[in-house]
């Protein structure tokens, strides 16, 4: 009953089949889940390099190189845990059993919470480690010439259209059902 006051007070149309937070509009719909999609996957790509690069260099102790990757791991974590189960209740949203749409947000409220580890893990390695990481960045001998910066970013771009197109293929399928 709450939900149609306040659906009424908002102008919310009640036959969207997007969650009303929507307000009916598909193109949000599309870009919250392309968004939420693409930060994720792009999240795990880096990740899985930054962690495989961790674990080879490790002989190498804790330095300015492996603290800014650490850093940038557990921002990519943080990312993952924020947004994987926001995606799963957008897919799932007007599907669902509702036990199963309990399950995920029960899921989406415990990382809310349990992301706070790596969030003061990135925040306190930075604030450890910054001097030393901007001494090595800016030092001479840190310049490198790269010639090839935008043909390493093919992968990174078939990543983010693949997310566009899958969640081009949400939205449709949830507008024609």
Avoid at 4 to 32: E, M, R, V
Avoid at 42 to 59: F, K, P, Q, V
């Amino acid at each position: 009953m709450h939900t149609q006051i306040a659906q009424k007070a908002l102008h919310i149309a009640t036959t969207s089949p997007f969650p009303q937070s929507f307000d009916g509009s598909g193109t949000l719909f599309w870009f919250a889940l392309f968004s939420l999609t693409v930060i994720p996957s792009l999240a795990i790509m880096l990740g899985g390099m930054l962690a495989t690069h961790l674990y080879e260099d490790r002989e190498l102790g804790i330095d300015a190189a492996a603290a800014l990757r650490a850093l940038v791991l557990a921002v990519c974590v943080t990312a993952t845990m924020r947004c994987v189960p926001e995606v799963a209740s957008m897919i799932s949203y007007g599907e669902a059993a509702p036990a199963t749409l309990q399950t995920i947000l029960s899921v989406k409220r415990v990382f809310d919470s349990v992301s706070l580890v790596p969030v003061l893990f990135w925040m306190a390695t930075f604030w450890v480690y910054y001097p030393e990481i901007l001494l090595r960045l800016r030092s001479p001998s840190s310049v490198v010439w790269q010639d090839h910066k935008l043909a390493s970013l093919k992968r990174f771009i078939s990543v983010v259209i693949l997310a566009a197109a899958l969640a081009g293929s949400v939205t449709l399928g949830m507008a024609f059902r």
